[in-house]
């Protein structure tokens, strides 16, 4: 079998697939390891779930498996060291969802600056309008580009930080940010938005380092793990008042529980991981994963891929911290 697919996914691209290769469509077997593991061993891709775990056990029982598409957000459950030993590509659909990503910024953005008032020199409580803010962006990411036309068409500015992007780098100009360290970018901007992917070295890194200085009535909108956070002093922030509010789309399990720091912030909002899912972004994620996998089975060695995951992690924040 040519390819095994255990995650819905669109019908035209289903029918695409079919036409080229032998596939199996059994979503069933996410509920049935057992079987799911039967299942692998002469199919030569694999598209499914993100949460849906492949390690180097499972990889055992699939000795030609080249590749695993992923059309989904995350790819935290998958073993990628594994995968690297034994040769196969995972097919991410990371750019697919940076549009929804953008939109759903710009809407939390909006939504926060109207919703959490502040006091003018008159001493009336009013919101604020997106055009007269300061976003500053940290990571630079696929949905980047989307969002800060977006922005400027309102008419705010965009300053931003990345550790893995030296400050004199080309991004920055030809995606109209502004680079700054990251406590800098944190005192100047009125608007958080942080988009950063997620790797261990980076747990807490915005902490007590950073956000204690934030700008006064700031607003945060985050798609990143929350993990990025030091909730004892995000909790301080929202709690003193002096960061007026915070969305956080990416929750980890556990952190609102009560006794836990932000556990009764009535200043913070989360949702379930939902900027990047739209019936769009899906279609066209769905898409993107087809076209590799076609190209792996095809045995094309001269198509280059189009989204792969990065086999390392992001320089050492070391000396940009230090200079932050």
């Known amino acids: 079998m040519d390819v095994l697919i255990v995650e819905p996914i669109d019908a035209q691209v289903m029918q695409w697939l079919q036409q080229r290769h032998a596939v199996r469509y059994a979503p069933e077997l996410v509920r049935d390891p057992r079987a799911f593991r039967q299942a692998l061993f002469n199919v030569r891709a694999l598209v499914m779930p993100p949460a849906v775990a492949l390690d180097a056990t499972m990889l055992h029982y699939a000795p030609v498996l080249r590749a695993v598409g992923v059309v989904g957000n995350g790819v935290e459950a998958i073993d990628t060291a594994a995968c690297q030993r034994a040769g196969v590509e995972i097919v991410r659909s990371g750019a697919a969802s940076a549009a929804a990503e953008a ?58 930080y990345d550790p893995a992007v030296h400050a004199n780098d080309g991004l920055w100009a030809r995606w109209g940010v502004m680079p700054l360290p990251l406590r800098e970018l944190v005192e100047r901007s009125d608007a958080l938005c942080v988009m950063l992917p997620y790797f261990n070295r980076y747990r807490g890194l915005l902490g007590d380092r950073f956000l204690p200085f934030c700008k006064p009535d700031q607003v945060l909108v985050s798609l990143s793990r929350s993990s990025l956070f030091d909730e004892a002093a995000l909790a301080d922030v929202l709690g003193s008042g002096r960061m007026a509010a915070a969305w956080l789309d990416s929750v980890e399990p556990g952190l609102l529980d009560a006794g836990r720091p932000l556990s009764d912030i009535d200043t913070l909002q989360v949702t ?38 990065p086999a390392d992690e992001p320089p050492d924040l070391a000396d940009d911290a230090a200079s932050a």
Do not use: C, K, N, Y
């Open 272 to 309: 379930p991981h939902v900027a990047g899912i739209t019936r769009e972004s899906r279609r066209r994620g769905a898409w993107m994963v087809a076209r590799r996998i076609d190209e792996l089975l095809g045995e094309r060695p001269d198509a280059a891929p189009e989204f792969r995951l």
């Open 103 to 160: 939109e759903f910024v710009i809407g939390a953005l909006l939504a926060l600056l109207r919703r959490v008032p502040v006091v003018t020199e008159d001493g009336a409580q009013v919101g604020r309008e997106l055009g007269g803010v300061t976003v500053g962006l940290v990571g630079l990411v696929p949905a980047t580009p989307a969002l800060v036309p977006l922005l400027a068409a309102f008419g705010s500015r965009v300053v931003g």
